[in-house]
């Protein structure tokens, strides 16, 4: 799904920082560890090792 205002655009990889600060305005977690849970669960999903 497009961020608000990239309506009809395609979903580019540069988005995920907009996406993360989004995230981050709406968590009450630290910015750095909801970085670390994402990362954690990248790790898990793609079954690699960080």
């Known amino acids: 799904m ?3 205002g990239f309506q009809g655009k395609p ?3 540069e988005q995920a920082a907009r996406v993360f600060d989004v995230l981050c ?3 009450p977690e630290p910015e750095d560890e909801i970085a670390e849970v994402l990362l954690n669960n990248t790790y898990a999903v793609f079954s690699v090792r960080g």
Do not use: K, Q
């Open 2 to 4: 497009p961020l608000n």
């Open 11 to 13: 979903n580019r990889p």
């Open 25 to 27: 305005e709406l968590r």
